[in-house]
């Protein structure tokens, strides 16, 4: 059976399904969504200052009534913000906007510039109790080995792309090495993979389970002991997504959606030199 939670290596527990708040731009909507996301049933929220919509998301989580000890907030801090003074204020200014005195989680959003500063620094806010469990995020084996190696606090989490295209055999070898959980984002290939959905072999899974291929996708995600993390503005398609632990996939259909796998990244090529170059033009929003 699939578990609700995962526990992280701090003890923490974290909901093993939560909701994505990327590109929900405008005000009203970001806070009717993630306040029905909320009402619908989701626990965790996944929020980060690059996506500008902290402070609706905070206005959402407010609107919901849901005590704060039932929600799991997760921020990030960019990469432009990671010096050390920059970190801590990044992760003030999202307690403020989300309106909370402590994150559950908050991630390195990418692997560049000054990590190691920015690692310590969340070290030090973990340490003081504002952020219950740090971790990172399109981080690649050999940069996730090394920051382990060379400091004090093992990341709880690397949030990396995953679906059933891109399903990230390799590194999540070293990430259960390490003891790093792994988290989804995209698990739909945010909606601009969708062939993904059209293939024969999800699909003929998905009618002998009477399950979508959308929940066919984080089931499996489930079943690897992957945590998800799915955006939708539709209360139905959230409704569904969360409604994915009443089947189990057996054995064989498990392999049948691992042959999906293309071994890469759909999204974002977070190690490819091209995005180091172009990463500081994209749009921060302060
Ligand atoms: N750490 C990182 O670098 C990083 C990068 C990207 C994303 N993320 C996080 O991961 C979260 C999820 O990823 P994502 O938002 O990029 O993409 P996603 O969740 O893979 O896909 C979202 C798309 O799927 C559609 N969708 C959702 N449920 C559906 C359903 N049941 N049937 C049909 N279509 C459905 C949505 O449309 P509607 O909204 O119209 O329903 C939207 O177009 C983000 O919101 C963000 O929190 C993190």
């Known amino acids: 059976m699939v578990k609700k939670t995962i526990t992280l290596n701090n003890g923490v527990e974290m909901p093993m399904i939560g909701f994505g708040t990327y590109q929900i731009t405008d005000p009203e909507v970001c806070a009717e969504t993630v306040c029905n996301a909320i009402n619908v049933g989701y626990?965790?929220?996944?929020?980060?200052?690059?996506?500008g919509n902290e402070l609706y998301v905070g206005e959402g989580i407010k609107r919901s009534g849901i005590k704060r000890e039932d929600l799991f907030v997760t921020s990030k801090v960019w990469f432009t913000q990671f010096e050390p003074e920059q970190v801590r204020?990044?992760?003030m200014t999202s307690l403020e906007r989300l309106g909370l005195d402590y994150l559950d989680l908050v991630l390195l959003h990418w692997p560049f510039g000054n990590v190691y500063g920015a690692w310590r620094t969340l070290e030090e806010l973990y340490a003081e109790g504002k952020i219950r469990a740090i971790g990172v995020s399109n981080f690649a084996a050999s940069q996730l080995v090394d920051l382990i190696t060379y400091n004090k606090v093992v990341p709880a989490v690397n949030q990396i792309e995953t679906n059933l295209l891109c399903q990230q055999f390799d590194l999540r070898k070293w990430m259960d090495?390490?003891?790093?959980?792994?988290?989804?984002?995209?698990?739909?290939?945010?909606?601009?993979a969708n062939e993904m959905f059209s293939d024969p072999r999800v699909i003929e899974v998905a009618e002998k389970y009477g399950k979508s291929t959308r929940q066919v996708a984080l089931r499996y995600m489930l079943q690897r002991g992957?945590?998800?993390?799915?955006?939708?503005?539709?209360?139905?398609?959230?409704?569904?997504?969360?409604?994915?632990?009443?089947?189990?996939?057996?054995?064989?259909?498990?392999?049948k959606l691992h042959s999906m796998d293309r071994g890469q990244n759909l999204i974002f090529h977070s190690q490819a030199p091209e995005t180091v170059e172009i990463a500081t033009t994209w749009p921060y929003y302060d």
């Open 177 to 192: 090495k390490y003891g790093v959980a792994h988290q989804a984002y995209a698990p739909f290939g945010q909606g601009i």
């Open 89 to 91: 204020k990044s992760v």
């Open 226 to 255: 992957i945590g998800v993390v799915p955006k939708s503005n539709h209360v139905e398609r959230m409704k569904a997504n969360l409604d994915i632990f009443d089947f189990e996939l057996s054995d064989e259909d498990m392999e």
């Open 43 to 51: 626990h965790l929220i996944d929020a980060a200052p690059a996506y």
